[in-house]
Every structure is written in C-alpha cells, then in structure tokens.
C-alpha cells in the first residue's frame, strides 16, 4: 500500500525533483555533512536524525544516488528558497525563442498583403521568428511557383530586418518559410531607439559640419579694409583740392568788377 495521499500533492508537479528529509530518508547508511559542511564519515541513519534534530536543523539528502547517500544538516527551508532563487536567475537571464506565424493564400490582395507585412515587421523588430505560410486551395496546387514568388518578394520587401532561416518548403498543401530578424536593425530603427550611430550615420552628419571648417579663410577678408586705409582717406582730400581750383575764379571776378 502506498502513502496515504496528501492535499500539497496537488500542488506538487510532476517533473519536480523530489528531496527527502528527516524521517523520510529510509536507508541504513548515510555519509553524514555537518552544518559547517565538514564530513563526519559514514553514520547510520538514525544517529544522523537525532545529530540534526539535536541543532534544530533538518537532515537533507543531496546525493541520492551516491552509496551510501550523501546527508547535510542544514535549515531546509532556507536551502529551498536559495534554490528557488538561483533558478528564477538562470530562467531570468535565459533567451527564448518565439515563432510567430502568418499565414497568405497565392492570390492575396494588395492591401491584404501590406498589412500581413506589417505585422512580419512588427514580430521581426521584437526579435521573434516569423514562420511564413502560403495555402494552396483546390487547383492551386497546380502553381506551386507562385506560392514561391510571393514567399521571396515578401523577403525582398524586408530584407532589412529578416534573414531566411529555411527556404520555401512545400509541405502537403501548404508552403512554409523560416524568416529570423538580422543581428543588429537597421541605422533608422537604431536611432529611433537610442543606439549609438553607425559609421554610415557618422559619414552623412560629416557634411554639416564642414561650413564651420571654412570659418578661419574669411580672416584675411576682414584684415583687407585695414590695408586700404589710404585709399579711403584720398576721396576726402579731393574736396580740397576741388576748393583751391575755385580760387582763381573768384580772382578773374574780381578783376572783372575792377575793370567796369
């Protein structure tokens, strides 16, 4: 007759490592580690209870497929919550994959294929695989090139963003193709997103900065007006000269009045 069947079983899953403690532990012979982790050799099992009862520990089997199986005394529960704890990490640090899947008929309409596009560029830029369908109909299996046609101008469309990962397949009365995103986005949806740019980002932003590269030629313009100083100050002597060539007018007046 088994165990009597106990409510926390159901929320045990089945695939879950089971770890006996204490009394649960039925062998003659254990290799017994103390609570500082120093082996205290081969013990039977009922002198290692009473050890880790008489600390207020739990005696836990960690090894048991060692011969004789390997016990620690320890605070179980403590343990279970540093496991639990190094599991979440590794499952935190872990990549999963997912496949998204859209599905296309070969006679597809023009808006209809836009917007199924769309969405294979949505799953791309989100770092998911994209399985690509093609379903044939009745007669259509006759062309199965157009189902390729449709399958390799969509990865024409978005060459950008996927890689083929399979190529077209017939696969019954359906076509399939693998499509994984690129390693790094393109330069437009890496600034959108705030990564640094790309040598070629870098090249298109030199020519803006050239004007300011030109900044130092226009020196020798500004040093020209004070070089042709004199040259200015030569229309304001001509006035001058202008009123000492009046002079001999006035004299011919003078002697003209005289004269009469």
């Given at each position: 007759?088994?165990?009597?069947?106990?409510?926390?079983?159901?929320?045990?899953?089945d695939n879950e490592p089971?770890?006996?403690?204490?009394?649960?532990?039925?062998?003659?012979?254990?290799?017994?580690?103390?609570?500082?982790?120093?082996?205290?050799?081969?013990?039977?099992?009922?002198?290692?209870?009473?050890?880790?009862?008489?600390?207020?520990?739990?005696?836990?089997?960690?090894?048991?497929?060692?011969?004789?199986?390997?016990?620690?005394?320890?605070?179980?529960?403590?343990?279970?919550?540093?496991?639990?704890?190094?599991?979440?990490?590794?499952?935190?640090?872990?990549?999963?994959?997912?496949?998204?899947?859209?599905?296309?008929?070969?006679?597809?309409?023009?808006?209809?294929?836009?917007?199924?596009?769309?969405?294979?560029?949505?799953?791309?830029?989100?770092?998911?695989?994209?399985?690509?369908?093609?379903?044939?109909?009745?007669?259509?299996?006759?062309?199965?090139?157009?189902?390729?046609?449709?399958?390799?101008r969509l990865f024409e469309?978005?060459?950008?963003?996927?890689?083929?990962?399979?190529?077209?397949?017939?696969?019954?009365?359906?076509?399939?193709?693998?499509?994984?995103?690129?390693?790094?986005?393109?330069?437009?949806?890496?600034?959108?997103?705030?990564?640094?740019?790309?040598?070629?980002?870098?090249?298109?932003?030199?020519?803006?900065?050239?004007?300011?590269?030109?900044?130092?030629?226009?020196?020798?313009?500004?040093?020209?007006?004070?070089?042709?100083?004199?040259?200015?100050?030569?229309?304001?002597?001509?006035?001058?000269?202008?009123?000492?060539?009046?002079?001999?007018?006035?004299?011919?007046?003078?002697?003209?009045?005289?004269?009469?």
């Open positions: 007759m088994g165990r009597p069947f106990s409510p926390r079983d159901r929320f045990r899953r089971r770890t006996r403690i204490n009394d649960k532990i039925r062998v003659r012979e254990v290799r017994l580690i103390d609570e500082n982790g120093q082996q205290l050799g081969i013990k039977p099992i009922r002198f290692a209870q009473d050890y880790a009862n008489e600390r207020g520990l739990d005696l836990v089997e960690v090894a048991p497929q060692a011969e004789p199986p390997v016990c620690r005394v320890m605070n179980f529960s403590k343990y279970r919550y540093e496991q639990e704890l190094k599991a979440k990490a590794a499952r935190k640090h872990q990549s999963q994959i997912v496949i998204k899947e859209i599905k296309f008929r070969p006679k597809v309409g023009v808006h209809d294929y836009e917007t199924k596009k769309g969405h294979v560029l949505r799953f791309l830029k989100a770092r998911d695989k994209v399985k690509v369908t093609i379903m044939f109909r009745g007669r259509e299996m006759v062309h199965p090139e157009r189902g390729e046609a449709l399958l390799m469309d978005i060459k950008e963003y996927a890689v083929i990962e399979s190529p077209p397949n017939l696969d019954g009365r359906n076509m399939i193709m693998m499509l994984a995103p690129t390693k790094e986005l393109p330069v437009k949806d890496a600034a959108a997103k705030g990564a640094p740019a790309t040598d070629a980002a870098a090249d298109e932003a030199a020519p803006a900065e050239a004007p300011a590269a030109k900044k130092p030629a226009k020196a020798p313009a500004e040093e020209q007006p004070a070089e042709e100083q004199p040259a200015e100050d030569e229309p304001a002597k001509a006035p001058a000269a202008k009123k000492t060539a009046k002079a001999p007018a006035a004299d011919t007046a003078a002697a003209e009045k005289t004269a009469k």
